[in-house]
């Protein structure tokens, strides 16, 4: 299949299908011999699902069976499904592509029928990889991305469309790389051409996750290509569109061309210090954004917790007391043992300086203030919500009470954007959500990396 720009809008509303000569699935953690083949499709359904469907004949009942037990295998409500009931897919399409894809689960998706069954599952995504024209020269990379949904980008290039000339690209320079992105009417098109060593596979996981920062809301990869070295490798993935996705707030202004720099800025932070994808700080902010499809009180506890996830994994260092305190707690512990108290009162009192010594996220936050990089009212506002949101505060429903609330949540949420930008060495204008009105502020660079690396 010849993936050109008619069937990459059929992928973009979900009318994309795939017909097949021969669909094989072969369980991934067992080799008893049985496989599922026959002819059949690949589609998407109206939901963004990718579905396999396709007829496997069988000549008697005890085949039948035999599929069947494999097929179905053993599993129990409330259990991680086995690993052994996956099965792994290669199918053939009418012009001889092959498509892979990994964790197909037959299980719930067996239909009998006269002579043979129906098989039909969703699969996450699938995959084709072909070698690359031999004129091509195999040092240079290339990478093209298709993100469905309307996004807000800050164009700085005019482009000739049909009838028209509208302000719809986008061009970043990285690193050394040059990362174009296109507005379209419900998609945003992405290349990104470089040398093999700085343009990877990995980067299309990375771009989206930054992509989904700045645009507060996720940004599904539906399709990608990536030639470099010997092939290229076409991946078409699979889209939940009845997920919630309204978007939050985000970190960085990215309207209009005026707010280019600091796009791009954030953007190539953030690919440098991610080298892997998933990065913890993404992972939060994922968390996040998933609470706010819930409402007001999931997320204000879901971001306070977030804040103290990323501190004690990105600024553990910062967390324990200073020696002077330490000094003093151990003295007070000794102390506390010539007092005539009650001895439940002075086991109370001597865990909790023990636990003091331990060290708490409110000490990291601390030493940011002392830095003067965070506000001490950020520090205050990150406290008060959640004591409210951890301990059942109830919420009163006026306006004003409201507001203070929205308030406290703003405050943690921008408390986390600030965390995540001196992380990644961030410099540039910034959206600022624990003030009124939102205003733009300028972070210089804290360069607080190397202070983290050498902590």
Not at 128 to 149: C, M, N, Q, W
Not at 215 to 231: A, R
């Amino acid at each position: 299949m010849k993936i050109n720009n008619e069937v990459l809008e059929s992928l973009v509303v979900s009318r994309c299908k795939i017909e097949c000569i021969q669909i094989e699935l072969s369980p991934k953690e067992r080799d008893d011999g049985v496989k599922l083949a026959g002819p059949g499709s690949i589609r998407q359904n109206d939901d963004g699902e990718i579905v396999v469907k396709f007829y496997h004949s069988f000549e008697d009942d005890n085949e039948l069976y035999e599929t069947w037990k494999a097929a179905t295998g053993e599993s129990h409500p409330g259990e991680i499904m086995p690993k052994d009931l996956y099965f792994s897919m290669e199918a053939i399409d009418m012009e001889g592509t092959i498509w892979k894809a990994d964790d197909v689960r037959v299980q719930g998706h067996f239909s009998t029928q006269v002579n043979g069954v129906i098989v039909e599952s969703s699969i996450r995504n699938i995959s084709s990889v072909k070698e690359r024209a031999s004129g091509v020269d195999h040092a240079k990379s290339f990478l093209r991305t298709i993100i469905p949904g309307s996004h807000v980008l800050p164009c700085n290039e005019w482009e000739e469309m049909t009838n028209k000339k509208t302000r719809s690209k986008c061009r970043v320079q990285c690193s050394g790389v040059e990362i174009i992105l296109m507005i379209r009417d419900n998609f945003v098109i992405i290349e990104v051409n470089g040398q093999s060593a700085t343009v990877e596979e990995s980067l299309v996981i990375r771009l989206s996750e930054a992509l989904s920062i700045i645009q507060g809301k996720l940004c599904h990869v539906l399709y990608s290509s990536y030639c470099g070295g010997e092939v290229c490798t076409t991946t078409i993935s699979s889209i939940n569109r009845k997920e919630p996705n309204d978007p939050i707030a985000s970190p960085i202004k990215h309207r209009d061309p005026l707010d280019h720099a600091s796009f791009q800025t954030f953007l190539q932070c953030y690919l440098e210090a991610t080298s892997k994808p998933h990065d913890v700080f993404y992972e939060y902010w994922h968390r996040i954004n998933r609470s706010w499809q819930g409402g007001l009180e999931i997320a204000a506890l879901t971001v306070t917790t977030a804040v103290e996830g990323i501190i004690k994994d990105r600024f553990s260092d910062y967390i324990k007391p200073d020696t002077d305190f330490q000094e003093q707690a151990e003295s007070a512990k000794e102390a506390i043992q010539a007092v005539e108290i009650g001895d439940r009162i002075r086991e109370y009192i001597s865990s909790s300086l023990g636990n003091a010594c331990k060290g708490s996220p409110k000490n990291a936050l601390r030493y940011l203030e002392n830095k003067g990089i965070i506000d001490k009212s950020l520090i205050k506002s990150w406290n008060i919500l959640r004591n409210k949101a951890t301990h059942a505060d109830s919420l009163e429903f006026n306006e004003l009470e409201l507001q203070k609330y929205l308030d406290l949540v703003f405050s943690c949420h921008h408390l986390f954007n600030i965390l995540l930008l001196i992380s990644i060495d961030f410099s540039g204008y910034y959206t600022n959500l624990s003030k009124k009105g939102w205003p733009q502020e300028l972070m210089a660079n804290t360069d607080f990396s190397k202070d983290l690396q050498g902590a």
